[in-house]
């Protein structure tokens, strides 16, 4: 059976926009410092803001159906949502981020309850061909046979240098493509 809510996880994702799962949410108050907080003021965060972080983790989902997200922001967000089974326990898995913002009465959304996380990446496992193959349109033939290919090498090398591929393709408009 099917434990998806239509407010935080629409179980048919036809194709979904870039704001697809978002909604609006208040940000007031949560620290937008990409720096890692001192220690000290972890216990500072209210449960609210704690919430509203799971929420705005879940956000980054939705850019695995926008062609133009960065390749290297959807590679990152892939590893989190497909994670280890081990790892799903961990304060801001997206196991976790599933349970804290369906159960949550603090929650942005509507109450969902648990949700199947396995059912929720089996739903993404489905879209992905068809999202990742809109995003690929926009490159020269050669990047989407590599990523094809090669995904862990080419998210290996965006990891490295997230403006690895903007580089690769300046480097051959600029130079032609030696073999042709």
């Known amino acids: 059976m099917l434990s998806l809510c239509t ?3 629409s179980p048919r994702l036809a194709h979904p926009g870039p704001d697809a799962l978002t909604g609006s949410l208040p ?4 620290p937008s410092s990409p720096l ?16 509203y972080l799971h ?17 290297a922001e959807k590679f990152d967000t892939l590893l989190w949502v497909f994670t280890e089974p081990h790892y799903d326990a961990l304060p801001f898995s997206f196991a976790t981020c599933l349970r804290v913002v369906g159960c949550n009465p603090l929650s942005p959304i509507g109450y969902c ?13 489905h879209q ?14 050669w990047v989407q046979q590599l990523v094809r290919e090669r995904p862990d090498w080419v998210h290996a090398h965006l990891d490295k240098n997230p403006q690895w591929l903007n580089e690769q393709l300046k ?7 030696l073999f042709s």
């Not at 890692?36 to 919430?51: A, C, K, N, Q, R």
């Not at 929420?55 to 390749?71: E, F, I, K, S």
């Open 113 to 125: 309850g648990a949700v199947d996380v396995e059912e929720v990446r089996d739903q993404l496992r």
């Open 36 to 51: 890692p907080l001192p220690t000290d003021s972890v216990g500072d965060w209210s449960e609210e803001e704690v919430v």
């Open 55 to 71: 929420w705005r983790l879940l956000q980054d989902v939705a850019q695995l159906a926008d062609p133009a997200a960065p390749l």
């Open 27 to 30: 940000l007031e108050g949560i």
């Open 7 to 9: 407010s935080c996880c």
């Open 128 to 141: 992905l061909r068809r999202w990742f193959e809109c995003s690929l349109e926009a490159y020269p033939a």
């Open 171 to 177: 480097s051959m408009a600029e130079q032609g493509d």
